[in-house]
């Protein structure tokens, strides 16, 4: 049976949204929009899809507290999984640590969702839909990422 697992990445810093975010209490860790921060907004968003398992998290080591209560909070249970980032190195290591983690854990059919704990999605359905076809994509062997059509130029964010 196909399954979905999430791994969220929260492991920033918080320096682009300074002074409201900082090195200790980043943004994904920040109450913005509602009474819920970012990355609970993330998992709460990925406890909805379909045949999904309970989310990985990647954070730095210094937020390990903040993350276990914030995950408290949203009284899921204890059906997650926390892996820390001694220090934050970027995308890249954190992705590999987690598909380490993974390969070790899950089935080799299972689809890893990799999602950024700090993006907010307002089209909940829309989201859902694109996991979808997503998923329909990956179950063939291919490799796909989610991304917005940018409204300017800025090196400040990543580009696909």
Not at 64 to 93: C, H, K, V, W
Request: negative net charge.
């Amino acid at each position: 049976m196909l399954k979905i697992q999430p791994v969220i990445l929260a492991g920033g810093t918080g320096t682009r949204l300074w002074p409201l975010s900082r090195e200790l209490y980043p943004k994904q860790l920040l109450q913005l929009i509602d009474e819920t921060s970012l990355l609970q907004t993330t998992v709460l968003r990925v406890s909805q899809l379909k045949e999904v398992l309970p989310p990985v998290l990647v954070v730095g080591e210094e937020h390990r507290f903040i993350t276990r209560r914030q995950m408290d909070n949203l009284e899921l249970g204890e059906d997650y999984s926390i892996l820390l980032e001694p220090i934050g190195r970027n995308t890249a290591p954190a992705v590999c640590g987690a598909v380490e983690y993974c390969a070790s854990e899950l089935d080799d059919d299972t689809i890893l969702l990799i999602l950024p704990a700090d993006h907010l999605i307002l089209r909940k359905n829309a989201f859902q839909e694109a996991v979808a076809k997503a998923v329909k994509l990956a179950v063939e062997g291919r490799i796909v990422t989610f991304g917005i059509e940018p409204q300017y130029p800025e090196t400040g964010y990543g580009y696909i």
